[in-house]
T-cell receptor
C-alpha cells in the first residue's frame, strides 16, 4: 500500500519551460489536492479536486493547471515556469465523507532558474 | 475564503516544559480544525483534530482547545521531548464543503534537552 506517490521528487527547469507533476493515490480517496510550501508561507492550496471530474481553484492557482485523470491520479502542470514557482509541491488526498485527514505525498522539489 | 493566522512563528522550549501554539480563523462557518506536524524533510502528518461540537480534545501529551465565540483554537503539548521538534500547522475548514484545508503559516518548535 503505497499511499500517495508523487513524481518527480526533484526537478530543475529553466524559465519558460513546461512540466507536469504527477500524483497517484491507492487509498480509493475521492478528493485530491495540490499544495505548495515556501519558507515562512506555510502550505498554500493551489488546486483541488473534490471528486473525479471536478476541479477547483485554491488560494494560489495562477500559473498552474490541473487534470483529474481518474479517481487515482491528479496532475499539476506548469505551462511556462517562472522563478516564483520555485517551491516544494505536495499532493494530498482524503475521503470527502470521512474523517477529513489529508494524506500527503513525499513532496516534489522544483527549482526554476 | 477562510483566513487562518498562527502564532508564534517560532517557539523554543526546554525539554519537559509545555508548548502552546495559537490560531485564529475568520469564517464562522468553519467547523473542523486539524493540526499537522511536519518533521524536517518529511511530509505533513495529522496529529490531532477537533470539531466545533466539542471544546477540548486530548491524546496523551497533546491537546487542542477551541473557542468558537472568539474564533480561536490552540495546540498544547505537555512534557515536551526533543522528538516534538518540528513545524506545526493549524488549519480550519467548513467540512460541509469538503476538506480543502487553509493552513496557517506554521510554527517551528524547537525542544532543547
Amino acid at each position: 500500500n503505497a499511499g500517495v506517490t508523487q513524481t518527480p521528487k526533484f526537478q530543475v527547469l529553466k524559465t519558460g519551460q513546461s512540466m507536469t507533476l504527477q500524483c497517484a493515490q491507492d487509498m480509493n480517496h475521492n478528493s485530491m489536492y495540490w499544495y505548495r510550501q515556501d519558507p515562512g508561507m506555510g502550505l498554500r492550496l493551489i488546486y483541488y479536486s473534490a471528486s473525479e471530474g471536478t476541479t477547483d481553484k485554491g488560494e494560489v492557482p495562477n500559473g498552474y493547471n490541473v487534470s483529474r485523470l481518474n479517481k487515482r491520479e491528479f496532475s499539476l502542470r506548469l505551462e511556462s515556469a517562472a522563478p516564483s514557482q520555485t517551491s516544494v509541491y505536495f499532493c494530498a488526498s482524503s475521503y470527502v465523507e470521512g474523517s477529513g485527514e489529508l494524506f500527503f505525498g513525499e513532496g516534489s522539489r522544483l527549482t526554476v532558474l | 475564503g477562510e483566513n487562518v493566522e498562527q502564532h508564534p512563528s517560532t517557539l523554543s522550549v526546554q525539554e519537559g516544559d509545555s508548548a502552546v501554539i495559537k490560531c485564529t480563523y475568520s469564517d464562522s462557518a468553519s467547523n473542523y480544525f486539524p493540526w499537522y506536524k511536519q518533521e524536517l524533510g518529511k511530509r505533513p502528518q495529522l496529529i490531532i483534530d477537533i470539531r466545533s461540537n466539542v471544546g477540548e480534545k486530548k491524546d496523551q501529551r497533546i491537546a487542542v482547545t477551541l473557542n468558537k465565540t472568539a474564533k480561536h483554537f490552540s495546540l498544547h503539548i505537555t512534557e515536551t521531548q526533543p522528538e516534538d521538534s518540528a513545524v506545526y500547522f493549524c488549519a480550519a475548514v467548513n467540512s460541509n464543503s469538503g476538506y480543502a484545508l487553509n493552513f496557517g503559516k506554521g510554527t517551528s518548535l524547537l525542544v532543547t534537552p
